[in-house]
């Protein structure tokens, strides 16, 4: 049975529970990610982190989580009312959607039953589409709580996150062309499927380095968090929000984090299946069952890591590089890699040539180009700061005319020190009188 005729079969009720099951997952895996983030900044920059509240300061989210239910709600005078009230519900239901076409396991009998169901909520072919759809709709939350409250800072974060989504879209979506391409479908759970002998994150090497930039980029994350950008902005978008409409902001912030996290680990790591070592020796035990899932989530908080690590490690781009580098960095990259690969694979299937073998030649090759892009990019900026270095006009040395015991003349990069008998003259001249007198 296929997983569309399972999820055509399964009854309201099932629906239900899996949706149900879906948002307590993804609320729960907030609040650990916000401890998770506290607790690993602080171990990178060798402080403790949250440790009171609870064992291992594990309680320490949902104690800020009390904090904000319990703070003033404040709201504008000059604000749109209606869209500063549900421009944050718009964020926090778009992030909601996405997590709707994630495959979390294979058809699944239920016990107790005689149903036998997908570890999914939907799914249809067009399924990736909608997750990008869905990732795109969310921005108007950002966009819409910038305008509606009636402040120059919010606004200017507004701007900057419909900009930042122009760029940063286009980039993830040149990262998926080649996952469809190889796959044949734009279905996550078809994806997902034609990973069971090898995930597409080595054959596609470039292109997962692609998303996994851009993603860091979509969700407003240092060091992309333009929108935001408290260092010059106050808070962006987000400044005239309090209370509960800043805490959903906050809620679809790290729950697009999860997204964009299975996303990357759904069409690139295999999605829910086992690592290559268990598939390749053929233990199947380990793709059914309670395994499944736990795969998925590993995989998911392996991305979480890179985040939070990306995070503890940059700093913020000036909006001018962070441009720079979507247009010209990118989305060029991007559409370079498109055309090699599937130019090169149409090619090696019109020789009849095995397509395996150009996947792998293709992924070594695309591992060298993104060391070669990467090595170019910093011996660039090394080369960079070396000419600027070269073109300052150093500090002229001081030389001491009598040091060997004879007077010598400067040399050009050399000056002499100012005569002792200068400052008298000076002085001399200041009291004499007009008419030569002292």
């Excluded at 009720?13 to 307590?24: D, Q, S, T, Y």
């Excluded at 149903?115 to 966009?143: E, K, N, R």
């Excluded at 805490?247 to 679809?252: G, P, S």
């Amino acid at each position: 049975m296929s997983n569309a005729e399972a999820l055509a079969n399964d009854p309201l009720w099932l629906v239900i529970v899996k949706a149900v099951i879906i948002l307590v997952f993804l609320l729960t895996s907030v609040l650990f990610a916000v401890w998770f983030e506290r607790r690993v900044i602080g171990r990178l920059q060798r402080r403790p982190g949250p440790n009171r509240k609870g064992p291992f300061g594990l309680l320490q989210s949902v104690a800020d989580a009390v904090k904000l239910l319990t703070k003033e709600d404040i709201t504008v005078r000059a604000s749109d009312k209606v869209l500063y009230i549900v421009a944050p519900a718009i964020s926090v239901f778009c992030a909601f959607l996405i997590f709707a076409v994630i495959p979390f396991g294979p058809v699944t009998h239920i016990p107790g039953t005689d149903i036998y169901t997908p570890l999914q909520l939907t799914d249809f072919p067009v399924a990736v589409l909608f997750i990008l759809a869905c990732a795109a709709l969310g921005v108007y939350g950002i966009v819409l709580g910038g305008w509606a409250s009636g402040s120059v800072y919010p606004l200017m974060g507004a701007v900057r996150s419909t900009a930042q989504v122009i760029s940063y879209e286009l980039a993830m979506g040149l990262s998926l062309v080649t996952v469809f391409l190889l796959s044949g479908t734009m279905s996550t759970s078809g994806i997902v499927e034609a990973q069971a002998d090898r995930w597409w994150a080595w054959p596609l090497f470039p292109a997962f380095i692609l998303y996994v930039i851009s993603m860091v980029g979509e969700t407003n994350r240092l060091p992309f968090d333009l929108p935001e950008a408290e260092g010059e902005l106050v808070a962006g978008f987000m400044t005239e929000y309090s209370s509960m409409k800043f805490a959903w902001y906050f809620l679809a912030e790290y729950m697009n984090m999860v997204n964009v996290s299975a996303v990357a680990a759904t069409l690139f790591l295999g999605g829910w299946h086992a690592p290559w070592p268990a598939s390749w020796a053929g233990a199947d035990f380990l793709n059914s069952g309670i395994f499944p899932p736990i795969w998925l989530i590993i995989k998911i908080w392996l991305l979480m890591f890179v985040f939070v690590w990306i995070r503890g490690s940059l700093l913020r781009f000036r909006y001018d590089q962070f441009m720079r580098f979507g247009w010209k960095v990118l989305i060029p990259v991007g559409l370079a890699w498109v055309v090699f690969f599937s130019v090169g694979r149409e090619a090696f299937d019109a020789w009849g040539r095995d397509l395996n073998v150009y996947d792998a030649v293709a992924g070594l090759v695309g591992i060298l180009l993104t060391i070669s892009v990467i090595s170019f990019i910093t011996d660039s900026k090394e080369a960079r700061a070396a000419r600027e270095a070269a073109t300052e006009e150093p500090e002229p040395e001081v030389l001491d005319a009598f040091a060997g015991g004879y007077p010598v003349p400067p040399l050009p990069h050399q000056t002499l020190p100012p005569s002792p008998r200068s400052g008298r003259t000076v002085e001399a001249s200041a009291t004499r009188t007009p008419e030569g007198g002292e």
